[in-house]
């Protein structure tokens, strides 16, 4: 069994994507964690990382050919906004919640104060958005290539956790 699981910055993809990985005895593919690693590799910040990545796109197709390969293993879950466009999945999952919300997220996760954390977001979500439509032509905010649409503001991630859990064994996937 294959599941993407794809949302914007401070969505709750991470919590849910690992937490769903663990219960179902899955691997965990992070695209995130990826993008994270090869920014402590240079020594720069994410933003920073980011408008690197805008004029060097062998950063995006270097993690995604890194996660279309682990999927192809099987078995796993994989977190990332592109992950559904790119990866044969059994079952493609988008979540999501408004700005303020995502951005509170990030700034408790971050250390940082809300303004600033909103202010990141966007220019994160604005680079990435002109990057994947310059490399891919993918608007990574085009849900029609998901099966299920989440929006993460009115449940908390156990909850979540669980109507997925209910989804993917109730359906044919398991």
């Known amino acids: 069994m294959i599941i993407t ?6 969505s709750g993809t991470t919590t849910v994507a690992g ?9 965990h593919i992070y695209a995130g964690e990826i993008f994270r690693e090869m920014a402590r590799e240079r020594g ?6 980011s408008r690197y990545a805008e004029g060097n796109e062998e950063v ?4 995604d050919e890194r996660q279309k390969a682990l999927a192809a293993q099987g078995d796993c879950i994989v977190e990332g906004r592109l992950s559904a466009h790119f990866v044969d999945a059994d079952l493609k999952v988008w979540l999501t919640a408004p700005l303020e919300v995502r951005a509170a997220r990030v700034a408790e996760r971050e250390g940082q104060d809300v303004e600033t954390a909103t202010a990141q977001t966007r220019e994160r979500e604005a680079s990435e958005r002109r990057r ?4 891919y032509g993918i608007d990574p905010w085009d849900l029609s290539a998901y099966d299920v649409v989440m929006n993460t503001e009115h449940w908390d991630a156990e909850s979540i956790i669980n109507l997925m859990e209910l ?3 109730s359906s044919k996937l398991r």
């Open 132 to 135: 994947y439509r310059e490399i």
């Open 167 to 169: 989804m993917i064994k």
């Open 44 to 49: 720069m910040s994410l933003a920073e990382f």
């Open 60 to 63: 995006d197709r270097e993690i």
């Open 5 to 10: 699981i794809g949302g914007p910055i401070g």
């Open 19 to 27: 937490e769903l990985a663990a219960r179902l005895g899955l691997r």
